[in-house]
C-alpha cells in the first residue's frame, strides 16, 4: 500500500470531522463530486454534508467567516484554491485571526490550507511561495510539510491547535509523492520541530516543501560523486522557527546553505542565515549560503520556469562552493 500527500490530507480532514464535531471546512467548489481544484476534499461531503461547505470566490469572506466561527468555539479549516490568493485574505489573516487572542483573550483556531508553489506553465498567479508574507506577524503559526506523515500529522495538529496555522502544501506534492504504508501509523513529530532527514559532517543544508527533495537529491550526489557529507535538514515550520536544531547541527558541520524556491529578499533562508550569523558565528568555517529562486516574476514559458526554480544541481554547486571556501 502507498499513499500519496494529496491523499494524506484528504485522510487527515476525514478523520478531523470524524472525531470532532467542531470541525467543518469551507472553500472554493470543495463539495460535491468536485471535491476542489486538487481534489482533496473528495468524497467528504458525502460523508459530512453539513460540514463540507462550498464557499463564495472571496478570500476575504471566507476567511472572515471561519475567524468569527473559530472566536464562537468552531474549528474551521479553509480551503483557497491556491496560495497566492492569500494576499486577498491579507488583513483577516494578518490583524484579525494573528491578534485576535491578544487583544481579547479568546483563541482563534483555524487553520488555512494554502496550494502553494511551481508546476510549469502556471506563472505568477499560481505558483508563488507566501510563507514568508505570512510568518512575518506574531500570532500565526506557518508549517510547511514536506513528507506524506507530516501531511498527516501537521494537518491533525494544525486542526487541534488553539492558533491560527497557516498549512503550506506543496501542489506539486500532491500527486508525485508517494510513501508506503499509512501514515496514520508514522511517527508523529511535534508541530513546532525541525528534524534531521538525513545525518552528516561536512555541511548542513536547511530546506522545507518540496525543496527538501532537491535537497535530499543533491546529498546523495555530492556523497557519491564528490565525497561530501551533507546533513540535511527539513525545518517543517517555519513560524515559529526551531533555531536549536539549526544551531545544533552548524555546530558539528561548520557549513550551512540553506534552499528554497522562494524569492531571495526578505525569505525564510535570510532569517535562518540572520540566526546562524548573531548566534553561531563562532561556529562558521564559511560564509552561510542561499539558493533561492530567481528574483523575477514566475513565468509561465516552461523552459524559463525551469531556469527560475532551483534544482538538485544548483544545490550541489552551491555546498561544493562552501566546502571548498
Request: charged share 20%; aromatic share 8%; hydrophobic share 45%.
Amino acid at each position: 500500500m502507498t499513499t500519496s500527500y494529496v491523499e494524506a490530507i484528504r485522510a487527515a480532514l476525514g478523520d478531523a470531522l470524524r472525531d470532532d464535531p467542531r470541525v467543518f471546512i469551507y472553500g472554493q467548489d470543495i463539495a460535491g463530486s468536485f471535491g476542489g481544484a486538487f481534489k482533496a476534499t473528495k468524497g467528504l461531503s458525502e460523508l459530512h454534508p453539513e460540514r463540507v461547505i462550498n464557499a463564495p470566490i472571496c478570500e476575504d469572506a471566507i476567511t472572515g467567516v471561519a475567524i468569527g466561527a473559530a472566536i464562537d468555539g468552531m474549528r474551521p479549516v479553509i480551503e483557497f484554491q491556491f496560495a497566492d490568493f492569500a494576499s486577498i485574505a491579507f488583513n483577516q489573516l494578518v490583524n484579525h485571526a494573528a491578534t485576535t487572542f491578544w487583544r481579547t483573550g479568546r483563541p482563534c483556531p483555524l487553520v488555512a490550507r494554502l496550494p502553494m508553489g511551481g508546476t510549469k506553465g502556471s506563472g505568477p498567479f499560481h505558483c508563488q511561495m507566501p510563507e514568508a508574507w505570512l510568518s512575518h506577524h506574531p500570532g500565526l503559526v506557518v508549517v510547511a510539510p514536506a513528507t506524506v506523515a507530516d501531511a498527516y500529522w501537521m494537518l491533525r495538529d494544525a486542526i487541534a491547535c488553539d492558533d491560527p496555522v497557516i498549512f503550506c502544501e506543496h501542489k506539486y506534492l500532491y500527486n508525485h509523492l508517494r510513501e508506503t504504508g499509512d501514515p496514520r501509523l508514522a511517527e508523529r513529530l511535534p508541530l513546532g520541530a525541525a528534524v534531521v532527514r538525513r545525518a552528516g559532517s561536512d555541511c548542513t543544508l536547511v530546506s522545507y516543501s518540496a525543496m527538501l527533495h532537491e535537497c535530499l537529491s543533491a546529498a546523495g550526489v555530492l556523497e557519491q560523486e564528490h565525497g561530501v557529507s551533507v546533513e540535511v535538514i527539513d525545518l517543517r515550520c517555519v513560524r515559529p522557527l526551531d533555531t536549536a536544531t539549526i544551531l545544533e547541527s552548524v555546530a558539528k558541520t561548520g557549513r550551512v546553505v540553506v534552499a528554497t524556491e522562494a524569492w531571495p529578499f526578505g525569505g525564510i533562508p535570510a532569517e535562518v542565515v540572520a540566526v546562524i550569523a548573531s548566534e553561531a558565528f563562532h561556529l562558521l568555517d564559511a560564509p552561510p549560503r542561499r539558493v533561492c529562486a530567481v528574483d523575477t516574476p514566475i513565468p509561465v514559458q516552461p523552459d524559463l520556469y525551469a531556469a527560475h526554480r532551483p534544482h538538485a544541481a544548483d544545490i550541489v554547486e552551491a555546498v561544493l562552493e562552501t566546502v571548498r571556501f
